[in-house]
């Protein structure tokens, strides 16, 4: 079925709420994507088929600290794709689609934590090896690679990511996380 990528609509909260909850199997994703939607500059794209709402992805500016003048910088989440639907390329459109609508909007850097397996795909690379660091990377607990590795970004501006400093902090709306 072709799918069809867009900015979402204020018409598509009821059907992005439900996708969020049957992706993530718990609320905290949709009351966060409702928050960012309500209280920052946060935007977000919707994979439609028929119509109907089969993945979405959010964007939400972040801080870099120490702060330096010019960094233009994104967090990508949360993104999820209707499980029925799951592994069909929904997401890869989605996160290709996102890339692009960031440097249309002149961002810089993009940072995510997510899948380690899924994210290089697209160009993101791990966040650790330029010691850079986010409040759910910086657990000293957290030895294993895998949690390591899962904190990624990518440039979309040659060398941006060294005005992110050594430390990316997510809109306030994340503290529920
Ligand atoms: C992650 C997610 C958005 C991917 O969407 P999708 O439409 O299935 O992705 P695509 O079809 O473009 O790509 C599929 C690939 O994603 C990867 N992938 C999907 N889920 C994964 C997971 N939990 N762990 C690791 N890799 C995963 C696989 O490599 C898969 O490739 P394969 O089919 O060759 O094995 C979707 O699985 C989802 O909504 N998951 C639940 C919510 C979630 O975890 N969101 C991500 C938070 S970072």
Redo the contacts with the bound molecule.
Sequence with gaps: METTIRPESAADAVEIRALLLA??GGTE?ATLVEQLRRRSAAWSLVATQAEVVV?A?TFSPVRGRPHRDGLRAVG????????D???????????RAGIEECRRRGAGLIV????P???P?FGFASAAAIGLRCRWSADPNARDTDQADSFMYLEVIAGHARLAGDFVEYAPEFDLF
Excluded: D, K
Excluded at 76 to 83: D, K, N, S
């Design positions: 992706a993530f994703e993945g992805i990508l989440a949360p993104m999820a794709v209707r499980p639907v799951q592994r069909r390329g929904i997401g890869s459109a989605l996160v995510v934590l997510g899948h397996g899924y994210y795909r």
